[in-house]
């Protein structure tokens, strides 16, 4: 909605230089898709929010122990309009977040239970991978990881 730009070409050179932030800020994501001026000032109000928050950042610790912690959490029917429950989960190691996800499920859970194991299998589907990674690293104390769980 919005007037067209009469040059996309700027806005797309803007966001492309700004698309490897993606990455290290998850904060924020843009479509490329028929630009208008609602979606350029979109975009300086981004530069904006970034200029002032530069020294924001994730906090990598250097600690040797490399013990993984595992959250996760669910909440029923977080969604007003169509009643889906919303699950969320994050991975440290050694005190270093290294893995996060936050998605409204696909169907309506009919109770905290099976928002809980939902949310469970996400999790731990990830921690397997993570495990197997690791594992291939060298690391070889990680047979049993512990999972929190708001239960």
């Not at 239970?113 to 999790?123: C, H, R």
């Amino acid at each position: 909605m919005g007037d067209r730009l009469p040059s996309p070409e700027l806005y797309r050179s803007s966001i492309g230089k700004l698309n490897f932030l993606t990455h290290t800020r998850p904060d924020f994501s843009f479509s490329l898709q028929h630009p208008c001026v609602p979606h350029m000032e979109a975009a300086l109000h981004l530069l904006r929010y970034l200029k002032g928050t530069f020294d924001f950042g994730l906090f990598f610790n250097n600690s040797s122990n490399f013990s993984p912690q595992v959250y996760c959490d669910s909440d029923l029917g977080s969604s007003p309009d169509s009643r889906r429950s919303m699950t969320g989960f994050y991975i440290m190691l050694g005190g270093s977040l290294v893995s996060w996800k936050s998605k409204k499920q696909h169907v309506v859970s009919l109770s905290y239970a099976e928002t809980d194991y939902k949310s469970l299998s996400k999790v731990v589907a990830d921690v397997t991978g993570l495990s197997r990674l690791l594992s291939d690293f060298g690391f070889t104390n990680l047979s049993s990881i512990t999972v929190y769980c708001d239960n």
